[in-house]
């Protein structure tokens, strides 16, 4: 009986044992992402686990925007838009063109004297995406060298020309460099020079809070867009910072209704360039 009794024992001490077994493979290895003991509602930001590296607008509290001018600094015009940028109070981030940058110091030291902030914007201009690293760490160090000379100061962001660069290359950038990449979301074309006016309407109509407006400082119906464009925008309420200064004001951007967790980002171009941000290079020398 007793012998009997044990051997019923044993056997429910294998069943508990084979149930606690099974119910560990039915539940998830567990990780440092799940809550512990209070439900945690997830963030709306795409990475939850890692800050983002790459940014087309900012989500913030407020009427603020970073308008930001490539390509320069051009010994005529970046002085003239330095002068429209002062009389208003307002704040812009130069994303330079290391070769420019090391021809003219002077420039972005009185930038960065009147509270704009100087970025990468590479050396020479080339399609990053396409290129080895080696080529791509060249290009941006020469042009961090260049700004530091000028200014005593690393940049901390990048702009990849024509916005092309690949989701590995932002990843080691960023782990090499500490660069943030800036890409736009309001791009006026104005590298086709459409007319001051029609710069000037199209930045107004996409301009939206946290929004990074794209233009070059390097084309003359730019600049003369400027004064009209800056004063539309001054009338609308928003107020201008720099790219860092808007980063530092993001806020968690509120759920959508209809969430599509399939595609990292809206932006992203399912195609095979390497390109991850728009415009696609083949479309717009811009950026
Ligand atoms: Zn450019």
Redo the contacts with the bound molecule.
């Keep these: 009986m007793l012998f009997r009794n044990l051997i019923a024992l044993g056997a429910l001490w294998m069943l508990l044992g084979q149930t606690g077994v099974a119910q560990e493979q039915k539940s998830p290895p567990p990780t440092t992402e799940r809550p512990v003991a209070t439900p945690v509602r997830p963030k709306a930001s795409p990475t939850p686990t890692e800050p983002p590296i790459t940014f087309n607008s900012v989500h913030v509290d407020g009427p603020y925007i970073a308008l930001t001018f ?2 320069g600094p051009s010994a005529t015009l970046t002085p003239k838009l330095l002068d429209l940028l002062a009389a208003r109070h307002l704040k812009a981030t130069f ?1 330079v ?1 290391g070769q420019n940058a090391a021809d003219h110091p002077d420039i972005l030291r009185r930038a960065v004297k009147e509270g704009h902030e100087i970025a990468n ?1 590479s050396w020479s ?1 080339p399609n990053l995406g396409k290129m080895s690293d080696e080529a791509v760490r060249r290009e941006l160090q020469k042009t961090d060298d260049a700004i530091a000379a000028a200014i005593g100061k690393r940049p901390t962001l990048l ?1 990849p ?2 916005g092309s660069i690949t989701a590995r290359q932002k990843k080691w950038i960023h782990d090499e460099f500490g660069y943030r990449i800036i890409i736009w979301d309001v791009d006026p074309l104005d590298w086709k020079r459409p007319g001051p006016s029609v710069v000037t309407a199209r930045i107004l109509k996409e301009t939206v809070p946290g929004s990074i407006v794209l233009s ?1 400082d390097i084309h003359p119906p730019t600049i003369e867009a400027m004064p009209a464009t800056f004063d539309q925008l001054m009338k609308k309420g928003f107020k201008s910072v720099t790219v860092t200064e808007l980063l530092a004001m993001e806020t968690p951007r509120p759920p959508k209704p209809t969430p599509s967790p399939a595609v990292p980002h809206a932006t992203a171009i399912p195609s095979p360039s390497p390109v991850s941000s728009p415009p696609p290079p083949t479309a717009t ?3």
Excluded: A, E, I, K
């Design positions: 490539d390509d994303f063109v914007h201009h702009r020309p024509y070059h020398p811009g950026g």
